[in-house]
């Protein structure tokens, strides 16, 4: 109980505590989500992204790990149509549900996660964090996959909901993170050092901000949802995002044979709760606006448990 207590408190309070914040905000002074979720799909997702790619060693132990990764998605999207011909979805809900399980707060959340859990005296030796770097060297993979992904594919299905294929590969290609990939990959092979540039703190300060503001933009976008823990289909989407997420991540990483601190991090981070981009994206297609924000809602709040465990676990099936 005291190590429950304890990852608790120190490692998913301080992510709370910001998130209440912008529901207080949100509350008190009516903020705008639609512009939120614009400033966020459009300025600091795409340069936290790429200032994280190129200024981090992408190491090539980590191939297994993006493997992984990749796997889930697909995973999840069968899952999610099954259960949306089961359930009778329409299409519009059909897509928002696989969104809500198969993208998950990789980078607002997960980063800080990661951070907080090798950085923690848990996993400390001697006073030292030796486990920290690599941990989030394999969180920045998952977060490079997720977020390409959320911002392509979980575009596309969100506006295919609405329109044509044509027309949801228009916007999915009209999402600056896709051209921030392409971008960042391309300055990696040029002999010339970005950080050099006179606009590079710039670019710098807006990545550092991307946590904070996408945790007080989820908090803001939660004060406007109303809380329904009656909801079926909020609830079903929980229970596959928080414990169907570190079942398969766990089967995953035992089929590759995956050990020590990569197995943690990536059940840890397949544990987390829906991406908050998915809201974002509900809000900025019209794709079921109000399921994806409680499903975001829901699962944010029920992951302060469900990751307590999950933590608690991977120590004790992966000790280093």
Request: hydrophobic fraction near 55%.
């Amino acid at each position: 109980m005291n190590i429950f207590l304890f990852i608790l408190t120190n490692n998913l309070i301080p992510i709370f505590a910001i998130i209440f914040l912008g529901m207080f905000l949100g509350k008190k002074f009516s903020l705008d989500v639609h512009t939120l979720s614009k400033i966020i799909l459009y300025v600091f997702a795409p340069l936290f992204l790429f200032v994280n790619i190129y200024t981090n060693e992408i190491r090539t132990d980590m191939l297994t790990a993006a493997v992984v990764v990749i796997l889930i998605i697909p995973i999840y999207y069968l899952i999610g149509s099954l259960i949306g011909r089961l359930r009778k979805y329409d299409k519009s809900r059909t897509n928002a549900f696989i969104n809500s399980i198969m993208f998950y707060n990789s980078g607002n959340f997960g980063i800080p996660l990661i951070t907080m859990v090798y950085s923690g005296k848990l996993f400390q030796v001697n006073g030292e964090m030796p486990y920290l770097n690599y941990a989030l060297t394999v969180q920045i993979i998952v977060m490079l996959i997720q977020n390409s992904s959320v911002n392509t594919l979980g575009v596309f299905n969100a506006s295919r909901a609405g329109g044509n294929i044509k027309d949801a590969v228009k916007k999915a290609l009209n999402m600056p993170t896709f051209y921030s990939l392409v971008l960042v990959i391309v300055f990696k092979f040029i002999p010339y050092n970005l950080e050099q540039l006179p606009i590079w703190p710039a670019l710098t300060y807006l990545k550092d901000g991307f946590i904070a503001l996408a945790l007080l933009s989820l908090g803001v976008q939660l004060s406007q949802t109303k809380i329904r823990f009656t909801d079926p289909d909020v609830l079903l989407s929980a229970f596959i995002r928080l414990i169907g997420g570190p079942v398969i991540a766990f089967l995953l990483v035992s089929l590759f044979g995956i050990k020590g601190i990569m197995a943690q991090t990536l059940i840890i981070s397949s544990s987390v709760p829906t991406a908050v981009n998915t809201a974002f994206i509900g809000v900025e297609f019209n794709n079921s606006p109000g399921f994806a924000s409680r499903a975001v809602m829901v699962s944010t709040l029920l992951s302060a448990v469900t990751l307590t465990a999950v933590i608690y676990t991977v120590r004790v099936l992966y000790p280093v």
